[in-house]
């Protein structure tokens, strides 16, 4: 192809900001060289912060398109009343409101690149305009018959199972087959664990540099436990990990107790946020805006939190009414006080299991627990559940 210039992987991840030297990121980056500089539509998939953006804007740097602009459109934060507009213009007085004529994404994008995040949430009747334009560029403005055209590039984002919503009839087939002309699949961070320790370095470099903290290292320890963790928030997660840390934690040296504490599989009970250390030099609201960070890195689970649970269970008002209830030759047959911990935990994680047909994710969330973590105890007690 005449306009593709190779870029070695290393300059490619360097330049376009794609971190990883993993298999799979380098598979990526290859599919990236050769899609690039062409006009083919792209559809990203992968779970939420897996880094899909940057891929986006990986594919519009090194493509023919980078000196016109990119226009990004996150498709499920805009209502669906006014989806259409937004993307595709309104004529003045279409609609109340509608007091002049306005352009809409495509058209501020046109001869460059739009990125379509959150595709999978476009309403059926946008998505009808939106494979007309994908099939030969024309669209029409909401409240005109003029018929406009635009040159664009797409490239598209989502977290769905888009096979899944065309079956249950959320997504048409027609686009759904047209999107995925090339589709890169994004893996999630605990697929490709080698590459946490680049991440990390990087984004403690960002973060120290931002925010004036030296940052003087992490133990091999530490960072071995968080290649170990699940990341369920994958690399957005890590992330924002790697900012509480170095914040928090003033930017000393992180230990693998250190790490620990920001990883709230391996916390220990009771432990609470409001007891980290508040670096100097920052404002109450700048460390409040903090903790509030770290509250919101919501991860699942952990055994700790599940013996917790079980243990306030035992204890609670509500059961000891319930038992008190009982006839006495059943009271003897399940007096708690007779049941050890793991009888206990054993004995909730199958009512779970019985009270949600063997669905492990449902069951998991009533639990308060991680999925990874009730697959582990289904195997240590030889439970039989359907997935």
């Known amino acids: 192809m005449e306009n593709a210039v190779h870029i070695p992987a290393d300059r490619f991840q360097e330049e376009y900001g794609i971190l990883g030297n993993s298999v799979e990121m380098r598979k990526i980056v290859e599919v990236i060289e050769q899609v690039a500089p062409t006009d083919i539509t792209v559809l990203i998939t992968g779970e939420s912060g897996s880094g899909k953006e940057v891929i986006a804007k990986a594919l519009y740097g090194a493509s023919t398109r980078s000196r016109k602009p990119m226009v990004t459109v996150n498709c499920g934060a805009i209502p669906e009343g006014i989806i259409e507009s937004e993307l595709f213009g309104h004529e003045r007085g279409s609609f109340t409101g509608a007091s002049e004529q306005r352009k809409g994404y495509f058209e501020l994008a046109d001869g460059g690149t739009i990125f379509l995040d959150e595709v999978g949430e476009l309403p059926l009747a946008a998505q009808v305009k939106f494979l007309r334009i994908l099939e030969n560029g024309e669209f029409q403005r909401v409240g005109s018959s003029a018929m406009r055209h635009v040159d664009v590039r797409v490239v598209a984002a989502t977290n769905k199972n888009l096979e899944h919503e065309v079956q249950a009839g959320n997504f048409r087939a027609d686009l759904f087959y ?73 930017g000393r040296f992180l230990e693998a107790e250190d790490v620990k504490k920001y990883l709230k599989e391996y916390r220990a009970v009771g432990q609470s946020d409001r007891n980290l250390p508040i670096p100097l030099g920052k404002s109450v609201e700048q460390a409040e805006r903090e903790l509030i960070l770290r509250a919101l890195l919501d991860i699942k689970g952990g055994l700790l939190e599940l013996k917790s649970i079980l243990t306030e269970h035992i204890q609670n008002a509500e059961a000891a009414q319930a038992y008190a209830s009982e006839p006495p030759a059943t009271q003897a047959q399940v007096e708690p006080a007779n049941l050890s911990l793991e009888m206990m935990e054993r004995k909730m994680i199958e009512e779970a299991l019985e009270r949600y047909n063997g669905n492990r994710r449902v069951a998991a969330r009533a639990l308060k627990i991680s999925e990874r973590t009730l697959y582990r105890k289904i195997k240590e007690y030889g439970l039989d559940a359907k997935g």
Do not use: C, K
Request: proline share 7%; no cysteine.
């Open 178 to 250: 047209r999107l995925r002309s090339v589709n890169i699949l994004v893996p999630p961070l605990r697929n490709r664990v080698e590459d946490i320790p680049l991440l990390f370095r990087h984004f403690a470099a960002d973060v120290s540099r931002r925010n004036s903290i030296p940052f003087t290292g992490i133990s091999q320890a530490a960072l071995s436990l968080l290649q170990a963790y699940h990341w369920p928030g994958n690399v957005r997660e890590l992330r924002n990990v790697v900012e509480s840390m170095l914040v928090l934690e003033n």
